[in-house]
């Protein structure tokens, strides 16, 4: 099954730390681009990041750049969101997205087709 | 940054009957290769938002044929041929031309 599994939200105060991991299974990973998306509390969608799968430029957010860092693990097919200096106004659920498929022979984009089950981040004293 | 107007922002159909969500970009859409980076999800209450549509008019796999996209460049509509119970949720297009990738305020549609 195809499938993206994200881990590692929680509480945690302004000004602090976590990190989130989302874990790919039933596809090529190493192939895919991985997309982090949020959801605020009654709201709509955000993109946050996005982490090629070859190409090593790294892209976020005006609202994270700077403070969120992105990264990907093959040999564990995780890619993985490190906040830092969160703010009241990150508390939201954290989903992580398949986005574009790269390959020796091209490239192709078939939009984000597997979302995780998101994990909830709240930022609050 | 793009930025992706949806209107409709709250739909309430009938069950049978049609519905349809437009969508419009502050810049063209259209690649040079041909398509259109634009996409349609849907979150249903409760869920994960899920695809529906890529490229303006492909649905993705699993997708029922009452769902169509259409339009080019900066304008694109979302229609439901006929209206099912399964079909409410919150309705979301996205370009995925320029990053920052940017999704619309999101459309409601209820059934009456």
């Known amino acids: 099954e195809v499938q993206l599994v994200e881990s590692g939200g929680g509480l945690v105060q302004p000004g602090g730390s976590l990190t989130l991991s989302c874990v790919a299974s039933?596809?090529?990973?190493?192939?895919?681009?991985i997309n982090w998306v949020r959801q605020a509390p009654g709201k709509g969608l955000e993109w946050i990041s996005y982490i090629p799968s070859i190409d090593p430029t790294l892209y976020y957010a005006d609202s994270v750049r700077g403070r969120f860092i992105i990264s990907r693990d093959n040999a564990k097919n995780s890619v993985y969101l490190q906040m830092n200096s969160l703010r009241a106004e990150d508390t939201a659920v954290y989903y992580c997205?398949?986005?574009?498929?790269?390959?020796?022979?091209?490239?192709?984009?078939?939009?984000?087709?597997?979302w995780g089950q998101g994990t909830t981040v709240t930022v609050s004293s | 940054d793009i930025v992706m107007t949806q209107s409709p922002l709250s739909l309430s159909v009938t069950p049978g009957e049609p519905a349809s969500i437009s969508c419009r970009s502050s810049?063209?859409?259209?690649?040079?290769?041909?398509?259109?980076?634009l996409d349609w999800y849907l979150q249903k209450p409760g869920q994960s938002p899920q695809l529906l549509i890529y490229?303006?008019?492909i649905r993705t796999s699993g997708v029922p044929a009452r769902f169509s996209g259409s339009g080019s460049g900066t304008d694109f509509t979302l229609k439901i041929s006929r209206v099912e119970a399964e079909d409410v949720g919150v309705y979301y297009c996205m370009q995925a031309l320029r990053t920052p990738r940017t999704f619309g305020q999101g459309t409601k549609v209820e059934i009456k």
């Open positions: 039933g596809f090529s990973f190493n192939d895919y681009g």
């Open positions: 490229m303006g008019s």
């Open positions: 997205t398949r986005g574009r498929l790269v390959t020796m022979t091209g490239s192709s984009y078939k939009g984000m087709g597997v």
């Open positions: 810049q063209n859409l259209l690649h040079s290769n041909g398509n259109n980076y």
